[in-house]
T-cell receptor, first 112, second 111 residues
Framework: ELKVEQNPLFLSMQEGKNYTIYCNYS?????LYWYRQDPGKSLESLFV?????AVKQEGRLMASLDTKARLSTLHITAAVHDLSATYFC????????????FGTGTRLKVLA | EAQVTQNPRYLITVTGKKLTVTCSQNMNHEYMSWYRQDPGLGLRQIYY???????DKGDVPEGYKVSRKEKRNFPLILESPSPNQTSLYFC??????????FGPGTRLTVL
């Protein structure tokens, strides 16, 4: 069964602190996506990671991909309140299916 | 403006009454997909379409139908809705193998 697991599921952190969200997946995949969802809103794309060792950065967020370990990380640097949202990773398996498998999401709350 | 639109945004219906949620995109994307979002379960893919007249099941297709007669439209059909289909539904589109663009969501309640 294809699974995508995110850790932690909930994260409450102080402004200015650093933290990492982990995304583990159980199938071979050479592309991984990160999305952000604000409360009551739709999803918006953050990063697309296309190969082993890929690293992307946007502002205080940096995402990386290790396809051998089947692991992606989303690192938050010096968190600010505006980063409070739910973050999802999603995997597109490379086994011939055109499905997308999403993680259950990490709900991040940044406290002022 | 590039966008994915869904209608209706909110719908309350009763068990067994057929309904259709429309989805349209103006980006000429080949890939379109439907998801449902439930608390604690993340997003689960219902159906997807790689192009016109090409559709396939996602992880939770039971109780749903789709069609792709035109590239821009991908309606979701519930022939006989049941309370366990109460959920938040998202339509998404993309070029093949790129990030997906999501619609605003449709909140469905089945009584």
């Amino acid at each position: 069964e294809l699974k995508v697991e995110q850790n932690p599921l909930f994260l409450s952190m102080q402004e200015g602190k650093n933290y990492t969200i982990y995304c583990n997946y159980s199938t071979t995949s050479d592309r991984l996506y990160w999305y952000r969802q604000d409360p009551g809103k739709s999803l918006e794309s953050l990063f697309v990671l296309l190969s082993n060792g890929a690293v992307k950065q946007e502002g205080r967020l940096m995402a990386s991909l290790d396809t051998k370990a089947r692991l992606s990380t989303l690192h938050i640097t010096a968190a600010v309140h505006d980063l409070s949202a739910t973050y999802f990773c999603a995997v597109h398996p490379s086994s011939g299916t055109y499905k997308y498998i999403f993680g259950t999401g990490t709900r991040l709350k940044v406290l002022a | 403006e590039a966008q994915v639109t869904q209608n209706p945004r909110y719908l309350i219906t009763v068990t067994g009454k057929k309904l259709t949620v429309t989805c349209s995109q103006n980006m000429n994307h080949e890939y379109m997909s439907w998801y449902r979002q439930d608390p604690g379960l993340g997003l689960r893919q219902i159906y997807y379409s790689m192009n016109v007249e090409v559709t396939d099941k996602g992880d939770v297709p039971e109780g749903y139908k789709v069609s792709r007669k035109e590239k821009r439209n991908f309606p979701l059909i519930l022939e006989s809705p049941s309370p366990n289909q109460t959920s938040l539904y998202f339509c998404a589109s993309s070029r093949w193998d790129t990030t997906q663009y999501f619609g605003p969501g449709t909140r469905l309640t089945v009584l």
